[in-house]
């Protein structure tokens, strides 16, 4: 499976979100992500955004190590997640994990979080590593790993979710339908090391909010 990192800006990724990053994969920037890459010790393939928050020296250090670097203007249409989301999935991978984008504000994490489930990116998975959170997009089926009783959320994103089935968590949902804005999906919670969530139709984010332990992703 083909992967790209995204390092987006907010709070600085935990040392467990670091070491369980997957080592070959394509790096993308978003603005001050390039600090939180650096920091990493992961090299940059392309640093995008409007960079006004990105420190002059950080940007030239990973142009010279090998970046492409895409300046936006600020007046733009997209959030720089949005476009380091358009820069991932361009590069045809089939997988794209979120790292950072955690602190900040609330509206800023609200809009990441809603742009990771937009249509485009219907054939990637992802997911996000937001703080001590993880944030997994289910189209179809997805695998949550975690500790035994570790809290895990689904929301339904952009429409009602048919056909919701799920398997180790402690409330299961058998064939069920969750709609925007409901809580019928709010703190559940594991009782094996793995959960399967299946959807037929439409789009869930599961979030363990990470408490209970450190999650890893695999």
Same mark, same amino acid.
């Given at each position: 499976? &083909?992967?790209?990192?995204?390092?987006? /800006?907010?709070?600085?990724?935990?040392?467990?979100?670091?070491?369980?990053?997957?080592?070959?994969?394509?790096?993308?920037?978003?603005?001050?992500?390039?600090?939180?890459?650096?920091?990493?010790?992961?090299?940059?393939?392309?640093?995008? /955004?409007?960079?006004?928050?990105?420190?002059?020296?950080?940007?030239?250090?990973?142009?010279?190590? /090998?970046?492409?670097?895409?300046?936006?203007?600020?007046?733009?249409?997209?959030?720089?997640?949005? $476009?380091?989301?358009?820069?991932?999935?361009?590069?045809?991978?089939?997988?794209?994990?979120?790292?950072?984008?955690?602190?900040?504000?609330?509206?800023?994490?609200?809009?990441?979080?809603?742009?990771?489930?937009?249509?485009?990116?219907? &054939?990637?998975?992802?997911?996000?590593? $937001?703080?001590?959170?993880?944030?997994?997009?289910?189209?179809?089926?997805?695998?949550?790993?975690?500790?035994?009783?570790?809290?895990?959320?689904?929301?339904?994103?952009? /429409?009602?979710?048919?056909?919701?089935?799920? &398997?180790? $968590?402690?409330?299961?949902?058998?064939?069920?339908?969750? &709609?925007?804005?409901?809580?019928?999906?709010?703190?559940?919670?594991?009782?094996?090391?793995?959960?399967?969530?299946?959807?037929?139709?439409?789009?869930?984010?599961?979030?363990?909010?990470?408490?209970?332990?450190?999650?890893? $992703?695999?």
């Amino acid at each position: 499976m &083909s992967v790209a990192i995204v390092f987006t /800006g907010g709070d600085p990724p935990d040392n467990w979100v670091i070491a369980g990053l997957p080592s070959d994969a394509f790096v993308v920037a978003a603005d001050s992500g390039v600090v939180h890459a650096a920091a990493a010790h992961r090299s940059v393939d392309l640093v995008v /955004g409007d960079l006004d928050s990105a420190p002059d020296e950080a940007i030239a250090a990973a142009e010279a190590d /090998g970046a492409r670097v895409e300046r936006h203007d600020i007046a733009k249409d997209d959030t720089d997640l949005g $476009l380091a989301l358009d820069a991932a999935a361009a590069e045809g991978v089939d997988h794209i994990v979120v790292v950072g984008g955690a602190g900040g504000r609330l509206d800023h994490l609200f809009a990441n979080v809603t742009a990771l489930t937009l249509p485009r990116y219907a &054939s990637i998975e992802i997911t996000a590593l $937001l703080g001590s959170a993880t944030v997994t997009v289910v189209r179809g089926s997805r695998t949550l790993r975690g500790p035994k009783g570790d809290y895990v959320s689904l929301f339904a994103m952009g /429409g009602p979710a048919h056909g919701v089935v799920t &398997s180790g $968590l402690l409330f299961p949902l058998r064939n069920e339908t969750l &709609s925007p804005g409901s809580t019928r999906g709010v703190s559940n919670e594991l009782v094996h090391p793995e959960a399967r969530i299946r959807v037929a139709d439409g789009v869930l984010v599961a979030i363990q909010p990470g408490e209970i332990g450190n999650l890893h $992703l695999q």
